[in-house]
């Protein structure tokens, strides 16, 4: 079989984990067929921007164990990426049939496209465009995302690097915090637009001992910001630094987010949010008056490989194999998934789940993991996440840097 690999969507410190488990996977399973690579998903897929990935990971046709491992701990996307939507092929078909063109032309028996919640609903698409018109490609999703929120599976590879580089965040800001005898304020605004796993994980903080973060809000419940000034105000006069967490997507108790630029809006339908953490220190300067600071975390958060979890990483390749399994199988319209079995000790099995069960939906905190005040996570929020943040995985160095891999574009 001839297959074609793509990535899509936000960065992760493990989504190149996963293409290295499917080319080593490909290679090992159809020795004589070819593996190419998409750049910039879906959309660079359209424009033809194709390489040959089994001449640069496979010389000679057997897989380059160093090459694919420095591949495995480089972070962000090795194809790069894109936002790109797909229509519905009922209303437009073009996007479909130019895709399909390029898959006969070169042969291609299976795709797999590695994202998170957008991607798997392209993957939804083109297998049901697939059904509709007979067409014999199998098609497979292979998770991602930091925002932890795909359904179908128990946590989304990246996020478990994400989420220590979050916990390692906010433990730093904390030390630095604590070292003046002056009243303060520290907010720190992490990523997560309607599920608020990521801002939980700053939870793991406190595992040294540490009180911080004092105050953790998450998306899914409404944002009251008279009791978050009162709130703020009493960890202030109890603890004279406070730390507070809060998620990007703060709602307030009519659901419209606090903080949205409704003027822009993604192909995805996806609204702008922006400044959320700015907001609050306005607000607690102005309404309270100590000193106050905002930290927005951004970008860094998505693609911290120097705070990569080996747990994570191991995954990430592990679904990236299964999903070539899956194909292997004759599955299609399938996301390759994770079940964790035990939390002590740690163990997950690997399955498969109908990717229209997953396409378009959103997982959000089990509200039972918050606790009755609304500002923290419960005991089973941080026994859940803790597996996760462990390992340290071998980057190679060179000249005092990580030696990540880049492809010449």
Known sequence: MNILVAQSGGP?????????????RAAEEWPDGRIFGGCNGIQGILEEHIVDLKETFCPGGKPDETLLHRLEVTPAMYLGSCRYRMKNFE????????????????????????????????????????????KPLRVVGVPKTIDNDLMGIDHTPGFGS?????????????????????????????????????????????????????????????????????KVKARLFRYHHVVVCVSEGLKDV??????????????????????TGGYLRDQVVNRIGCKVRCVELNVAQ?????????????????????????????????????????????????????????????????????TPDETDVTEEMIRYLQ?????????????????????QK
């Open 12 to 24: 992760t410190a493990a989504i190149n984990a996963s293409l290295a488990g499917v080319i080593s």
């Open 91 to 134: 209303e437009d078909p073009s996007d479909y049939e130019v895709f399909f063109g390029i898959v006969e032309k070169l042969g291609i028996d299976a795709f797999f496209y590695i994202g998170g919640n957008d991607s798997m609903d392209t993957v939804q698409m083109i297998g049901d465009y697939a059904q509709a018109h007979d």
């Open 162 to 230: 994400a989420a220590r580089f979050v916990a390692t965040e906010v433990r730093e800001i904390a030390l630095d915090t604590d070292i003046y005898l002056n009243d303060s304020v520290v907010i720190i605004e992490i990523m997560g637009r309607d599920a608020g796993w990521l801002t939980a994980a700053s939870a793991l903080a406190r595992m040294d001992g540490s009180t911080a973060p004092h105050l953790i809000y998450l998306p899914e419940l409404g944002f009251d910001i008279d009791d978050f000034l009162r």
């Open 254 to 275: 009519n659901g419209d987010y606090l903080l949205a630029d409704r003027s822009r809006v993604d192909k995805f339908g996806h609204t702008a949010l922006a400044g």
């Open 302 to 370: 998505r693609a911290a490989g120097h705070c990569a979890s080996g747990t994570d990483l191991q995954e990430s390749r592990r679904l990236g194999s299964e999903a070539v399994g899956l194909a292997a199988a004759g599955k299609t319209s399938v996301m390759a998934t994770l079940t964790r079995t035990s939390d002590d000790p740690y163990t997950v099995t690997y399955s498969s789940v109908d990717v229209h069960e997953v396409a378009d939906r959103v997982k959000t905190v089990p509200l039972s993991w918050i």
């Open 387 to 407: 597996p996760l943040i462990q390992g340290d995985p071998q980057t190679p160095v060179k000249d005092g840097l990580p030696d990540y891999l880049r492809m």
